[in-house]
């Protein structure tokens, strides 16, 4: 079946800039998960959605972040006045719901900040 | 708050030799899972093997192995007589049972199997 897919697969902004990143979870997955991974680090939390609810978005940097899944499927992480330190890959993960299940990951969309 | 070390940032092996990754980990909790994810150079993280603490029978599945001692906060990951199609970044993960679902994940390390 169909994994997590994410678009765009890049995207280069200007610093200032709003950009959406989208993820359309594996099909029946309740739990969708939001996470950053900056180059040569390891992926860092930033929200995770049990269903169309955001259960802990603490791994928010700043209000400038925000992630919406309002029909309880696909999310769209939203990042307003792009600064270049939010240069990264923007990866989405989904799974069956429960903190001991597999996180599917998605490809990422790299997000470039000039 | 809970962390996951991965010593070692690269390492470089011929093929056929035998590779031992490191993981250690810091929490305060007494229930949780612990996850080896690769990253291939395409990017894309593929799940390995999910161990719980209170499990530490070690696992071994065809060239994979892995060896779980919470007496040293450690789980440790060997391939053995590794293959180019190894080389890529793995990390080392921990999920709280009482910390939501979120993945803490260690910095990685970058295996290289050359021929």
């Known amino acids: 079946g169909a994994g997590v897919s994410q678009t765009p697969s890049n995207k280069v902004t200007e610093k200032g800039k709003y950009v959406e990143l989208r993820c359309d979870p594996i099909?029946?997955?309740?739990?969708l998960y939001w996470y950053r991974q900056s180059l040569g680090q390891g992926p860092e939390f930033l929200i995770y959605?049990?269903?169309?609810?955001?259960?802990?978005d603490s791994g928010l940097p700043n209000d400038r972040f925000f992630a919406v899944r309002p029909e309880g499927s696909v999310s769209t992480l939203k990042i307003q006045r792009t600064e270049r330190g939010d240069s990264a890959v923007y990866l989405c993960?989904?799974?069956?719901?429960?903190?001991?299940?597999?996180?599917?990951f998605g490809p990422g969309t790299r997000l470039t900040v000039l | 708050a809970q962390k996951v070390t991965q010593a070692q940032t690269e390492i470089s092996v011929v093929e056929k030799e035998d590779v031992t990754l490191d993981c250690v980990y810091e929490?305060?909790?007494?229930?949780?899972?612990l996850f080896w994810y690769k990253q291939p150079p395409s990017g894309e993280l593929v799940f390995l093997i999910r161990?719980?603490?209170?499990?530490?029978q070690n696992e071994i599945s065809g060239r994979y192995s892995w060896n779980f001692q919470k007496s040293t906060s450690s789980f440790n990951f060997t391939i053995t007589a590794s293959q180019v199609v190894d080389s890529a970044v793995y990390f080392c993960?921990?999920?709280?049972?009482?910390?939501?679902?979120?993945?803490?994940f260690g910095t990685g390390t970058q295996l290289k199997v050359e021929l």
């Open positions: 993960a989904s799974s069956t719901g429960g903190f001991y299940n597999e996180q599917f």
């Open positions: 161990r719980n603490s209170f499990d530490e």
């Open positions: 929490t305060r909790d007494t229930t949780y899972y």
């Open positions: 959605f049990q269903g169309t609810g955001a259960a802990d």
């Open positions: 993960a921990l999920i709280l049972t009482g910390g939501g679902n979120k993945l803490t």
């Open positions: 099909s029946g997955h309740t739990a």
